[in-house]
């Protein structure tokens, strides 16, 4: 009797205890990135929308939400026995930036590699200009769409020679691409549609785009929608868009002092704390942390508020932070050819690297290890602040995320987060000794910048208003209040050589105290500073010619300096009248170009009829001048004969006898 065989039971957190289970090259996919078993929103998720169902899946920052959403996608597409029509689409995954529609595309190519018919397609025809042969199964072929790195014509140029089943990208490029009639996505073939960061695509304004992009679409479809939070405006999609969706919701919980348990929005291997520090002192602070942090952080990213912040910090901080630390910049303003290429910089960077930039790197983007988060900034928005943090921590590794407050008001923003659910403690700093004097030493540093390079100090002065701009539209006004700023230690702290002309900075000494002559300046661009001086040169001899002519004419000279401005102000008014006048043929044109044949006509009509009734009137009125101007001329003309006649009399002195 051969002996019984005892069955080994599968962990029930592990890859293999799914059902039904993965294909083989998945799985050997998972293993060779590291990926031992699935996180809890890979697991629920998973359970789910591999079937018919729709999802709808909230899950903290770093939870694994990439994998979950694209396994069920490739199992979809590859599914059925024979491979989809050219140009027929059978799945379209939406994200609202260009950096996590490229980082998803990277991910799925990684993955269909271990797919030997898709990774053949992808090899063969992925970079040259033969169009892709019909295969005899199911392959994958991905497609991004983002703008800014190529034109619409190139991308429907790809579509029709290599016919991708996948679509990446971002709304606008999306629904330009599927409103081209060579673009096809029946009931009979589509099969998932999945929106990254759903949330964050209706805030970023893409609503209209989503519409355009689900009228393209079938009802009859699998549908998921991923973020780390849920607004009311993803609830009403939901409504909309899906059907009969499952909500999976998974949240991390601590338990706090008195053994209360709170759920968490960060994962636990993410620390969030603060300091309170002056303003002047943050920079410091900065340098500080980069240099005593045990281990020293291999990448970290700093948070400002501005574009301009992120410009001119990068160009000044590289003679401020500690040695061996590389500065790349990520913002809203940069090309998107560079844009890629920082990103892929920070992403691949082998030396400590510190990423400053703004919210367009606070949401989606999976950078692998990010040991230090810094908000220079706080967030306009709270709820941006748990994105922030987010960056670190990731996928179980440790990570520390910390937010600059300056003393005050300000220190009100703990409870505020306190209460939105994001507890952050104080950061526990005995190697940080931060003093005046280090303050003063990195603003001297950031000056002698920018009194070597005039384009330095005019960035700083750029930069500055653009911080308190975005500090006065911060939402939590009660607490982040302009009144209570000082801009003094403010400027000291942006090493201004003055403070720009502000409202809000009306009565402060803009010197600062420093009496820098800033005319003298220099570019260090030897062509733009010969320019600036011979500007300079004009504007000081025409300054010295009309002062001249005053002194030499006196008032006279002020009263014909006083007609020639009057001649002025009616050139002036001619050559707007003349302005408005081309704006509105402009507009006319605009509006007619999109009109139709009927359309153009009937407008034509209507502007005749508007012109007949204003020659109508003009005539009407002329007429009516030319009443008013014969009645006058004939009570003057009595008036003129009476006179004559009352003449006459006082003249008269009697006949002769």
Known sequence: MAPAQTKTRKAPRSWDALTPPLAQWILDYLSSMGFEHPTPVQKSCLDLFRGNKDVVVEAVTGSGKTLA???????????????AKRHHVQGIIISPTRELASQIHSVVTNLIKFHGPSAEVLATYGKGDEKRPTTAEPVIVPQLLVGGTTKAVEDLSHFLRLSPNLLIGTPGRLAELLSSPYVKAPASTFEVLVMDEADRLLDMGFSQELNRILGYLPKQRRTGLFSASLSEAVEKLITVGLLYPHKITVRVKSLKDGGIIQERKTPMSLQMSYIVTPASQKIPALCQLLEKLDPRPARSIVFFSSCYAVKYFTRVLHGVLPAGFSIVSLHGKLEPQVREKNFERFVNATSPTVLLTTDIAARGLDIPQVDLVVQHDPPTDTKVFI????????????????????????????????????????????????????AEKVSAKIRAQSLADREIYQLAQ????????????????????????????LAKGYGLVELPKMPEVKGIDRSLGLGIDVEAIPFKDKAREKKRLEELEQWKAEKAARLASQDADGVAGQ??????????????????????EKKRKRREAEKTAHMSEKEKEEHQKLEDLIAQVRRQNEEKMKEEMAARKAAKAGAEGSSSKKKKVEDSDDDFEGFDD
């Not at 300000?410 to 931060?434: D, H």
């Open 387 to 438: 994105h922030r943090c987010g960056r670190a921590g990731r996928a179980g590794r440790k990570g520390l995320a910390v937010v600059m407050l300056q003393p005050g008001r300000e220190e009100g923003y703990v409870q505020l987060l306190e209460v939105r659910q994001t507890p952050i403690v104080p950061l526990e700093r005995p190697t940080l000794s931060l003093t005046d004097g280090d």
């Open 69 to 83: 959403f694209l396994l069920p996608v490739v199992e979809k597409l590859l599914r059925g026995e024979e491979p």
């Open 559 to 580: 009263k014909r300096k006083k007609n020639s401005a009057w001649s002025e102000k009616l050139e002036n008014e001619d050559a707007k009248v003349a302005r408005r």
């Open 462 to 489: 750029r930069a500055f208003v653009s911080w308190a701009r975005s500090y006065i539209e911060h939402q939590a006004s009660s607490i982040f209040r302009v009144s209570d700023l000082d801009w003094t230690d």
